[in-house]
């Protein structure tokens, strides 16, 4: 399966702004441990967002008709409750995170999709930033301490050389093609390996 770096997520969410922003909230579905649906309406058609996390997260609009449980688990039932239409999805930094944000039945609201491989998550926030849940149970990492009723800590960015930046320029001890390659991943943002 294809790894979804960040050029190729900024891409999805470049189109998917087009078609779902200011869409209202339909219906929202968690059919599996690591997936959430959201069904919206934007005034032409129904559109479903699904956001995968996990191994394989993905996030893209789909077709697919997928089972749902039963019982709806407590993560989507408290989404069903708060988020209520789109207001926009952004790539807020160079990393692959998502930001959704909603107007919500009594606020505003922010769902942050961090779609890092394994250590991928979903987090609603209220609109002071206050963590409201997860999907998963966050765990600690480093400096890192993600709680309910506190505020959210975004990914920590590493003091990286921005691609953007045109006078990036390698340390001349690089002679070869695989110690260029670890210097590009370890020292430059965005970059994925490819």
């Known amino acids: 399966?294809?790894?979804i770096d960040f050029f190729i997520l900024e891409q999805i969410v470049a189109e998917l702004a087009q078609q779902i922003t200011g869409a209202s909230v339909a219906k929202i579905h968690q059919p599996g441990d690591d997936s959430l649906v959201i069904?919206?309406?934007?005034?032409r058609q129904n559109l479903k967002l699904l956001i995968q996390v996990g191994q394989g997260a993905r996030l893209h609009l789909t077709e697919q008709n997928i089972p749902n449980p039963f019982h709806p688990p407590r993560f989507s039932q408290l989404l069903r409750a708060r988020l209520k239409r789109l207001e926009s999805i952004s790539?807020?930094?160079h990393d692959r995170v998502v930001e959704l944000n909603f107007i919500g039945s009594d606020q505003r609201y922010r769902l942050v999709c961090e779609l890092i491989g394994t250590r991928s998550n979903l987090y609603l926030l209220d609109e002071a930033g206050l963590l409201l849940d997860a999907l998963h149970k966050p765990h600690p990492s480093g400096d890192r301490?993600?709680?309910?009723?506190?505020?959210?800590s975004p990914l920590s960015q590493q003091d990286r050389l921005s691609l953007a930046n045109v006078a990036l320029a390698p340390p001349p001890s690089l002679t070869d093609a695989d110690s260029f390659e670890k210097?590009?991943?370890?020292n430059v943002?965005?970059?994925?390996?490819?």
């Open 1 to 3: 399966m294809l790894t």
């Open 39 to 43: 069904r919206f309406w934007n005034g």
């Open 91 to 93: 790539v807020p930094g």
């Open 145 to 152: 301490v993600l709680q309910r009723g506190k505020p959210y």
């Open 183 to 186: 210097w590009l991943l370890q």
């Open 189 to 194: 943002s965005p970059m994925s390996k490819g």
